[in-house]
């Protein structure tokens, strides 16, 4: 049964999921589909659902249930899922380590530590921050990240500020624009430092086009004006070096700056507990049934790398949920046995190794657009693609067949220009 446990946890747990977002419930199910039980779900919030919770917009749960949903219905049919199962969901609650057993700290239980015979990591991301950025000027208030502003509009009906200015071009940047927008807020435009957009294209299109809200690519915000409260950013187009332009800077008067300049891994529990680090992911390193490099531990989602879909996080984490259920019971699959290697145009693939014996789903990076493209796995498979761009994912189901009599053990993945259509 579903539940909190205000008296007591349990000594042992076959698989504990840190995070119930939707990495975090898909894993819980995917560990019970598997035969786990006891599974312990934990989160350092008072409900489940995560980032959905605040995702009040729809287009989430095409893949996953058919149908398109706002975040809350998404993740209350992921927990409803879960119902019947030999689950104790935990809130409040934080995982601190794993020695000898899981360590958390609970609102409700203090510190507590159980025995669990494995893991799953499903604590998402962060957004960064100005100082991740080092803009210069004051400090005023006014200065936000988009993630917190859909929480104070979205959750506590508080809007930031009347006149917005958005740095960055992230997908919860763009849906805010259009959020704002409906509620009355001038959003003044969307500044985005690279030569493309970091969005969705659907989001570029539902949420700056069809409010007329202004994209400026290839520029940024050089400066925050105000004392006690924002009331203006100076702007300057930057130069291919990423260098701005001052010469052609100008002034923007506004009371708000809303921060959509990307997410980063919550990996710091993954470092603690040992796991090797992707450098361009900021994630553990994982294999094909999501384990990471330490026995036991396996991880999904955001805090392996940045999705553009929910349905995706899922995916993935029900395949990491289901790999540490067959951790626990004793059937595990054969060890990997080719290497991924990101070549041309790619930024990186995740998972990091897979087997030439079944079937994956590969998640790739590019690091620049690209139209009429193909997608090559060494010189044993080729793809044609579309077009590709760095803010959407390409996904790509490996088959054993695409293999076969590969027995090299570094596979190259090269995302290159269909060249004799180019001409």
């Known amino acids: 049964m579903i539940g909190d446990r205000p008296d007591h946890l349990r000594a042992r747990y076959d ?21 786990a039980g006891p599974v312990l779900l934990l989160d350092r919030e008072a409900e489940t659902g995560g980032i ?24 209350q049919r992921a927990l409803g899922q879960l119902a019947g199962g030999d689950i104790d969901v935990l809130t409040e609650s934080f995982a601190l380590d794993l020695d000898d057993g899981l360590s958390i700290m609970s609102a409700r239980h203090g510190v507590r530590t159980v025995d669990v015979g494995a893991v799953v990591l499903a604590n998402g991301a962060r957004e960064r921050t100005r100082g991740a950025i080092r803009i210069p000027g004051s400090r005023p208030s006014g200065v936000m990240t988009a993630g917190l502003a859909q929480r104070f509009v979205n959750m506590h009906g508080l809007l930031p500020g009347r006149r917005v200015v958005i740095l960055g071009s992230g997908d919860i940047g763009l849906i805010m624009a259009r959020r704002l927008a409906l509620e009355g807020v001038e959003v003044v435009g969307v500044f985005e430092l690279l030569a493309h957009a970091n969005g969705l294209s659907h989001n570029i299109v539902q949420c700056l086009h069809d409010f007329d809200i202004p994209l400026h ?4 915000v050089v400066e925050i004006h105000g004392r006690d409260r924002v009331d203006g950013v100076t702007v300057a187009p930057v130069a291919a070096n990423f260098e701005p332009d001052l010469g052609r800077a100008w002034t ?5 700056v809303l921060l959509s300049i990307g997410l980063i891994p ?9 796991a090797h680090i992707d450098p361009v992911t900021r994630g553990p390193v994982v294999g ?3 384990e990471t490099s330490r026995p036991g531990v396996f991880a999904a989602g955001n805090v392996v790398h940045i ?16 790999g540490a259920g067959d951790y626990v019971t004793g059937h595990r699959p054969p060890a990997d046995n080719v290497k991924l290697v990101p070549g041309e145009n790619v930024a990186s693939c995740v998972p990091q190794t897979i087997s030439t ?37 390409v996904s790509l189901k490996i088959r054993p067949r695409f293999l076969e009599g590969f027995h090299d053990e570094a596979l190259r993945v090269d995302v290159v220009p269909r060249e004799e259509e180019a001409r």
């Open 217 to 220: 690519l290839s520029t940024t």
């Open 252 to 256: 923007v008067p506004c009371d708000t």
């Open 52 to 75: 959905l919770n605040q995702c009040i917009h729809t287009g989430f749960g095409l893949h996953t249930f058919g149908a398109e949903l706002t975040g809350p219905e998404f993740a």
């Open 15 to 35: 698989v504990a999921v840190v995070g119930a977002g939707p990495a975090g419930l898909a894993a819980a199910q995917g560990a019970l589909d598997r035969g």
């Open 307 to 322: 999705h553009d879909l929910v349905d995706y996080v899922a995916q993935e984490a029900t395949l990491a949920g289901r």
């Open 288 to 290: 094909a049934t999501m």
């Open 266 to 274: 919550e990996s710091e529990l993954a470092r603690k507990l040992g």
């Open 357 to 393: 014996d079944r079937e994956h789903t590969v998640y790739l990076r590019v690091r620049q657009p690209l139209e009429k493209s193909w997608l090559r796995l060494g010189d044993v498979y080729e793809k044609r693609l579309r077009y590709v761009v760095p803010a959407e994912m």
